[in-house]
């Protein structure tokens, strides 16, 4: 079976889907990706359905070999720095990771998540209808853990993509860095206007 390796990971490297609702009455939160419409866009470019699982990777940085068979990938990201075996690729991406291939993520000049979704299906046991990774709570991903290195994440399903890399054309991710978007928590009354 197709696999992506794990050769390197920083911190807060995680395997997210859409996340794990209807459980917060009971303590657990949803998890699901910080950027949701960077994940759904990178899940979109390898024909997956938009909450599928993919890697969400922080500024820590990750590199990923796949092992058994070329593996369609899509990468998106905010101005992060994301090379294919030494070569630069742009920081949305869709390609064709062959084995052995090196893809190298690691931050940029702005931006704090991207995503990295394969063609096919990262076959991880969900936990309660979910294979988010909740850390805190030690839920969904592999082992409820960050990614490291070492680790083999099985692509059930998986394909080959783009012969050659090209640029995503997303123009809904082109937002205005100086401009943060909140949603208030549970707690929103603790805190003054």
């Known amino acids: 079976m197709t696999a992506l390796v794990i050769e390197a990971a920083g911190p807060g490297i995680t395997l ?15 998890a699901g990706p910080m950027d949701p419409l960077m994940h759904a866009t990178a899940n979109r470019a390898v024909g997956n359905p938009l909450d599928a699982a993919a890697i969400e990777v922080s500024t820590g940085g990750l590199t990923v070999v796949s092992k058994g068979g070329p593996l369609g ?32 993520i690691r931050a940029g000049a702005s931006g704090a ?7 096919g299906r990262i076959d991880v046991a969900p936990v309660l209808g979910s294979t988010a990774t909740h850390t805190r709570s030690g839920l969904g991903g592999l082992d409820g853990r960050g990614l490291a290195a070492g680790d083999r994440l099985p692509v059930a399903e998986a394909r080959p993509g783009e012969v050659s890399p090209h640029r995503l054309i997303a123009p809904w991710l082109d937002r205005d860095p100086r401009e ?3 949603v208030l928590g549970p707690q929103d009354d603790y805190f003054a206007p």
């Not at 609702?21 to 939160?29: P, Q």
């Not at 998540?113 to 063609?119: D, H, S, T």
């Open 16 to 30: 997210q889907d859409g996340g794990r609702h209807g459980y917060l009455r009971y303590g657990i939160t949803a």
């Open 73 to 104: 990938i899509a990468m998106v990201s905010r101005s992060f720095r994301i090379a294919l075996d030494g070569a630069a690729l742009p920081d949305a991406v869709a390609a064709t990771l062959e084995p052995g291939q090196a893809l190298t």
């Open 113 to 119: 998540w991207g995503y990295l979704a394969v063609r």
């Open 180 to 182: 943060i978007r909140v």
